[in-house]
């Protein structure tokens, strides 16, 4: 665990628009995160910017074997991390490229995706990509689908519901620093 907090400050440091905190994401804000997610139903799962991968070891943990689950990284450092943490399960597809490019992997059909869980650090990237990457999320969910974010202001809520149905916000206090989840239903 030291090594990945080590990991993820000199990463932040090195490029603070594709590593949004200095941290990885406590146990409290990845138990709010995943709430969100029935993994009893789920058949497509995808995570954008996972980091060291705080997230992606607990929905592995909960993945049935019939689910896909596609992982974003675009931060190289990281992706090598993750590949050798979880190359070994067939239905787990880490993927080195940004979420902009998920068109190319996973593409609209009735199987679309049940539940994206984003740790994109929004605020850091310009407003048209990350309008894009929301706009493209949102098209590519089930109807009933879910998109989970997380950030540390309140800034992208307003944004959020202009793009989906439904935005829930909860507060997690025990994260460094405190974190907003957004819960957004398509």
Not at 19 to 32: D, I, M, Q, W, Y
């Amino acid at each position: 665990m030291k090594k990945s907090k080590n990991n993820f400050l000199k990463e932040f440091l090195k490029d603070s628009k594709t590593v949004g905190s200095v941290r990885p994401s406590s146990p409290a804000l990845t138990k709010t995160m995943l709430n969100h997610i029935n993994f009893n139903s789920a058949k497509i799962i995808v995570e954008f910017g996972p980091g060291t991968g705080v997230f992606t070891r607990k929905v592995i943990e909960n993945l049935k074997s019939d689910t896909a689950f596609f992982v974003f990284e675009l931060h190289k450092p990281f992706f090598d991390l993750l590949q050798e943490e979880f190359s070994e399960f067939s239905n787990v597809h880490l993927i080195n490229d940004s979420a902009l490019n998920i068109g190319k992997y996973i593409t609209e059909t009735e199987d679309s995706v049940d539940v994206i869980i984003s740790s994109l650090p929004l605020s850091n990237i310009d407003n048209h990509i990350a309008n894009q990457i929301l706009l493209i999320s949102k098209q590519i969910i089930k109807p009933e689908g879910k998109f989970l974010q997380y950030q540390y202001s309140l800034n992208y809520r307003k944004r959020l519901k202009r793009i989906f149905k439904e935005v829930t916000t909860e507060f997690t206090l025990n994260n460094l620093p405190p974190a907003f989840v957004y819960s957004c239903t398509k």
